[in-house]
Each structure stands twice: as structure tokens, then as C-alpha cells.
């Protein structure tokens, strides 16, 4: 399995990191608030795909752009990149705050979505199960509700913390906050999930401290197409903690693209 | 001609809620999250309110220039989360010293409305009020996330200010097209009563960017707590920058805040402040570092700069000497206070002093001392430094030091 190539593309004035592996349909991933455990996890789905991992504006390796401040901006921003890569119809899979650009971006460009995965995502109100605050979880429980088993960060999180990852952390919060810091869903978002027609699979940890699991029931009772799938022993970094995250993918999404 | 002949001597008061509990240790934090079940009783605070309005009317008698008093949210620091409402109060239990609102954080409201609140205070007050501008501590940002975004604080800032000058001097009802506002029909009624509007200032903590927005906006600019060598940058920087621009900033566009305690003797002021001026560092000002810096109040090199400072990393942790050296606190006698004021004000060739005379839950008596030996015992001291000061005061001031 090789590793990922890095492209960059000059997005509307934006210098934005694109990793790629494999061949095949694309397989585009957004990832979530932050960029932390890389993407390492997720290269599995390039035996069957030509994975496309984005960073987003003011994540990872892709530039900051202060104007990009609302989910719509996101979805823009996307149409005008998968111009450049020449992605149309594709496979879709976003990551909490990227499961809801996903669903976002899905519900505007439904033709072009030929399946998609919401892997936990944000964007639901659930008043009896909310999603928890990220911005008011203290930084040193923070890895805490990310992850079961914390282990997966032994690589990417420097003890004591550097000077220059705590910066790199609030640059990517400051990303997130420039759309999230009022609340972290859209109290409209239900009313028009049911232009979700793809085939659709919700994949939840079931130990998922951010968005509960409880919430994947919710999402389902508005995309009629959903499936859900849970993942025991799993928390909110799903890919990072069991390859059973891309089996499910594979699983689920591998049969009904032709390779 | 010395930066002494024209010092303006602002009473700057806290508004504390003034009860330090005795098992304090047990809260993390007096600011965004303090519990008021626990720590707060209605009763408590008229009496506390009714304190200092009587604070603010001694200070008046007593001969200060002015009376200064800030907006917190969410805090005990502060009991004046609504400042213009307490604004008003003291306009009607003083009669001669400017009053100084340092003041709304114009983010948390409209420009609009603001213009009208403080056009109503200056007419009501007779033209005595100044205001001062703050972005609004990053603790602000936590308390009121439903209105504002730290991420674009600063922005909203700027264009918030040229508002409210706008609708301040223009003479007939204009429309207003801006990034975050619109208005159709901009037209605040009343207008400040001292034309065109009463002296400004914005209230920065020494960063380039809220120097340039005070110069900007032709205002005056005013420091929070920020270490002496800070104030003094800041200082340089807008003079710096002043000059390119070719504009002047004079003593009297620049203030310092002082925390001072005067009694007979160093050694008596120590005594007694020393308690007190603990517990206005270690309980008033008890934040936990995240809600200093929320998420975009601060560019990521600026928060890298400061992650990269102990200092400023670990500024929680500080003793009692420590602030003492970096702040311009200032415990003793009248001489070694006046001259250490007096040395601050040369230093920083600036002509207002923002004087904080009631620190933490001293009780009322002291406070009231305190005031009285500063104005009748340090103000006079000082103004005999400079060269306007007649030998006969002077002469009049020795007998009293002897």
C-alpha cells in the first residue's frame, strides 16, 4: 500500500494541499476541525479508490483564508477544486465537522454524490444527545474525548506540548471557530436532508465522546437511504482507532463502483 | 514645561463584587464561569452598589479630575456588565469630575445604540463624560458567543468606531453600507453635548493593531495590565507610527494605569495593603489561560509569541513581587508614591494617570483613607514637581512632608 502523494492548487487565491493515493473512482475525504493524526489511517481505501484527502482552507497544509467563514464557503470552495482535479460524480466521506460539509455539499450536488458516508458528523441539533462543546473542553482532557484509546496519539503530540503545536492547534480552532464558535449545527439542517437520495452509510463509534451515537438514529430518520453502522469500543477518531472504519467503507461503498 | 503641569488624576474604580470567600481556593475561575448559587446574594450587591456610588461621590468631593469605571461580563471583578447604567448613577451623585466609561466593548452591542447611550450620558451628565474603547477581553468572547466572533473581533471593531464617529458627527440622517452593519436610516438622537463628541481613547493591551486603530480614529489610547516594559513599546510605537502618519499624540492622548495604596509610612502601607492587593491578583484576576486567547482573538504568530514567553505562559503562576515589579503597583508613603508616579509619568511622557484606590474586599474605611492621603497628600506632592508649582506651595507642601 503506497502512501500519498502531495498536489497543491491555487483555489480561488487559496494555496491548498491535496494528498492522493491509488487509482480508480475518486473518493474524496473531508476531514474534520483539525489535522492532528494525519491521514495515514485512511489509505486503505486507495486499493479500490483514488483517494482525495483535502486540507481545508486554514488546516494542515492549505492555507489560511479568513474569509472562508461559513459552511457554504466550504462547499464553494470544493466545486471550484474538484473543477481543477476534474472530479464530477464521486464518493463522498466527511468526518464530524466534514461529515457535515459532506452532508451539506450532498444535499446541493446530489447527482454528483454517487454514495456517501457521514462518519459522526456535526450539523444536527439533538437536544436530548447534544454534541459537546469543543471549545469549552479543557485542552488537557481534550485527547480524552477525541479517542478510546489514546495510544494513537503517541506519534503526533509532543509531551511536554510545543510552543509551535500549541500554535498550530488555534490556528486550526480559529479555522473552526470562524464558522463553529456560535454552535456547531444548523437548527435548518433537518429540513432538507431528504434530498440525501445516494445510498448512504452513517458510521458512529459507539464510544464517541463529541457527538453521541445516539445521534446516528436521528440522521437516519431523515435520509431515508441510510444505513448505520457502529463501531464498538470506538471513539469519535474513528479511522485512527480500528481498520474496521475503512472495512465499513469498502464494505459498504467498493461494490458499487466499477474499478 | 514637564509632563507634571498638566497631570489629570482619574479615581479608577473596579466595581468589585467585594467578598473574597474563605474557601476560595476551591474555584477555578472568577471570570465566565464563577457560580453565582454560591457566591452571589442580591442583598449583598445593592449594598455593594450603594459602596460605590459613595466612592465615586468621595472621589468627587475630594478633587480627582475624573472618575473612571469598565464593563466585565460573567465576573466578579466587575458588577458594572451594563457600565453605562452605573455611568448614569454617578452622573447624579457628582457634580464636577469627568467621568470616564472605559468602557462598552462596542463589539458586544450595536454602534448605533451605543452612540445613542453615550450621547444621552454626555447630555445628561452636562458634557462630562470621555469614553475610552475596548475590543473587550478574550473572557468577553466566552461570555457572549451568541453575539460575537473572536475571529473577526477585530475587524467588527474597526468598522463598529467608524460608525458610531459617523452617526455621532453627522448633521442630517445617512445610511451606513458596511461588511457587518447596514443602516438605513442613521440618526441617533440625542447627540454628545460637547461638540463634536467628548474626548476618546481606545483601551489596548499594547498590540500593533489596536495602537493603529486609536491613531486611525484620532483617539487617545489607554493600557489595561500589561507589564511596564509593554506599556512603554506601545508607547514608542504610537508616536512611531503617529509621526509617519503626521500626526501627534500629546501626555494628555495617553494614560497609565496605576494601582496605588498610600498610608504615613512604606512600612504601614504594606502592612496594610498587602493583603488585599494578593487578593486582587490571585482572586479577581483567577482566569484559566484558555479564556484569555479564544480561538482567533489573536493572530496564531501573536499566540505563538506569547506560548513562547513563560512569562506570559505561566502568568497565573506569578508572586506578589513579581507583579508588583512588571505592574505599576505603587505601596508607601506620599513621598515614595508621589515620586515613583511622578518618575512613571516622565518616563512614559504621558499626562493621565488611571488611579485604582480600593483593591480587592478591603473594607471601606481603608479605601476611603487611601483616597483621602492620595488626593490631599500625593496629588499635591506631585503637581509641585513641576514647573508651574509657586515656591509658596512648595513651601507649604515641605511642612507637611516634615
Known amino acids: 500500500m503506497a502512501g500519498y502523494t502531495e498536489e497543491r492548487y491555487d483555489v480561488n487565491g487559496i494555496d491548498t494541499a491535496v494528498f492522493t493515493a491509488g487509482e480508480g473512482p475518486p473518493l474524496v475525504y473531508f476531514h474534520g476541525a483539525g489535522t492532528l493524526t494525519g491521514f495515514d489511517k485512511l489509505l486503505p481505501l ?6 482525495i484527502v483535502p486540507n481545508h482552507p486554514g488546516y494542515g497544509a492549505s492555507a489560511d483564508d479568513p474569509s ?51 462518519c459522526c458528523p456535526i450539523g444536527l441539533r439533538v437536544p436530548e444527545h447534544p454534541i459537546t462543546d469543543i471549545f469549552t473542553v479543557p485542552d488537557e482532557q481534550l485527547l480524552g474525548y477525541l479517542a478510546v484509546d489514546l495510544s494513537c496519539f503517541d506519534d503526533c503530540v509532543p509531551m511536554p506540548p510545543t510552543p509551535e503545536f500549541l500554535a498550530e492547534r488555534y490556528r486550526e480552532q480559529t479555522s473552526t471557530a470562524r464558522v463553529f464558535w456560535n454552535r456547531v449545527y444548523d437548527p435548518k439542517l433537518p429540513k432538507w436532508l431528504h434530498r440525501l437520495t445516494m445510498p448512504t452509510l452513517l458510521l458512529w463509534g459507539e464510544q464517541d465522546r463529541l457527538v453521541p451515537v445516539q445521534q446516528a438514529a436521528v440522521w437516519a430518520e431523515h435520509i431515508p437511504s441510510a444505513t448505520i453502522r457502529t463501531l464498538p469500543n470506538v471513539g469519535h477518531l474513528l479511522f485512527e482507532e480500528t481498520p474496521d472504519a475503512t472495512g465499513a467503507i469498502l464494505e459498504f461503498a467498493g461494490q458499487g463502483v466499477a474499478v | ?44 450587591a445593592h449594598n455593594f452598589y450603594r ?174 495590565f500589561v507589564p511596564i516594559p509593554v506599556q512603554l513599546k506601545a508607547f514608542a510605537r504610537i508616536r512611531e507610527m503617529a509621526e509617519q502618519k503626521g500626526k501627534t499624540v500629546t501626555p494628555d492622548d495617553l494614560i497609565i494605569v496605576v494601582i ?108 476611603v483613607k487611601n483616597m483621602t492621603l492620595f488626593a490631599n497628600e500625593v496629588i499635591p506632592r506631585i503637581r509641585a514637581k513641576g514647573t508651574k508649582a509657586t515656591v509658596t506651595e512648595s513651601r507649604e507642601l515641605a511642612a507637611v512632608g516634615s
Open chain 1, 46 to 51: 486507495s486499493e479500490r479508490f483514488r483517494l
Open chain 1, 68 to 118: 472562508i467563514d461559513s459552511i457554504q464557503d466550504y462547499v464553494n470552495h470544493y466545486l471550484d477544486l474538484f473543477d481543477q482535479l476534474g472530479v464530477d460524480e464521486l464518493t463522498l466521506v466527511g468526518l464530524s465537522m466534514g461529515g457535515y460539509l459532506a452532508a451539506t455539499f450532498g444535499i446541493q450536488q446530489t447527482h454528483r454524490v454517487q454514495q456517501l458516508v457521514l
Open chain 2, 1 to 44: 514645561m514637564s509632563v507634571v503641569d498638566d497631570m489629570k488624576f482619574y479615581f479608577f474604580h473596579h466595581n468589585h463584587y467585594a467578598e473574597v470567600p474563605k474557601d476560595h481556593e476551591r474555584y477555578d475561575a472568577t471570570w465566565v464561569i464563577p457560580p453565582a448559587g454560591e457566591l452571589f446574594d442580591a442583598e449583598k
Open chain 2, 51 to 224: 459602596h460605590h456610588l459613595r466612592m465615586f461621590k468621595l472621589a468627587d468631593d475630594l478633587g480627582f479630575d475624573g472618575l473612571c469605571l469598565n464593563e466585565h461580563h460573567n465576573t466578579v471583578y466587575s458588577m458594572t456588565p451594563a457600565v453605562s447604567v452605573m455611568a448614569s448613577a454617578v452622573s447624579q451623585v457628582t457634580s464636577r469630575a469627568k467621568i470616564m466609561v472605559a468602557g462598552v466593548p462596542i463589539n458586544l452591542t450595536t454602534p448605533n445604540r451605543l452612540a445613542e447611550e453615550y450621547a444621552m450620558l454626555d447630555c445628561i451628565s452636562g458634557g462630562r463624560m470621555e469614553f475610552a474603547f475596548p475590543l473587550g477581553t478574550g473572557m468577553e468572547y466566552w461570555s457572549n458567543n451568541g453575539q460575537i466572533n473572536p475571529t473577526s473581533s477585530r475587524a467588527r471593531f474597526r468598522e463598529s468606531l467608524d460608525v458610531l464617529l459617523k452617526a455621532w458627527t453627522t448633521e442630517e440622517p445617512m445610511s451606513y453600507d458596511g461588511d457587518f452593519y447596514n443602516f438605513r436610516y442613521l440618526n441617533p438622537w440625542p447627540k454628545p453635548y460637547q461638540k463634536p463628541y467628548p474626548k476618546l481613547f481606545v483601551v489596548g493591551s499594547g498590540s500593533m493593531e489596536t495602537v493603529e486603530v486609536a491613531l486611525d480614529f484620532d483617539m487617545g489610547y489607554s493600557l489595561v
Open chain 2, 260 to 367: 496605588a495604596y498610600v498610608a504615613d509610612t512604606d512600612e504601614e502601607a504594606m502592612r496594610e495593603a498587602r493583603p488585599y492587593i494578593e487578593k486582587f491578583w490571585s482572586w479577581f484576576h483567577r482566569v484559566p489561560p484558555k479564556f484569555l486567547l479564544p480561538p482567533g482573538y489573536v493572530s496564531t504568530s501573536e499566540f505563538l509569541r506569547r506560548a513562547s514567553d513563560a512569562a506570559l505562559a505561566h502568568g497565573t503562576e506569578a508572586t506578589f513581587e513579581d507583579m508588583v515589579d512588571i505592574s505599576r503597583t505603587i505601596i508607601g508613603s506620599p513621598d515614595t508614591v508621589a515620586d515613583t508616579i511622578a518618575q512613571w509619568a516622565e518616563e512614559a511622557d504621558c499626562s493621565r494617570i488611571n488611579v485604582v484606590l480600593e483593591h480587592a474586599d478591603m473594607p471601606e474605611w481603608m479605601t
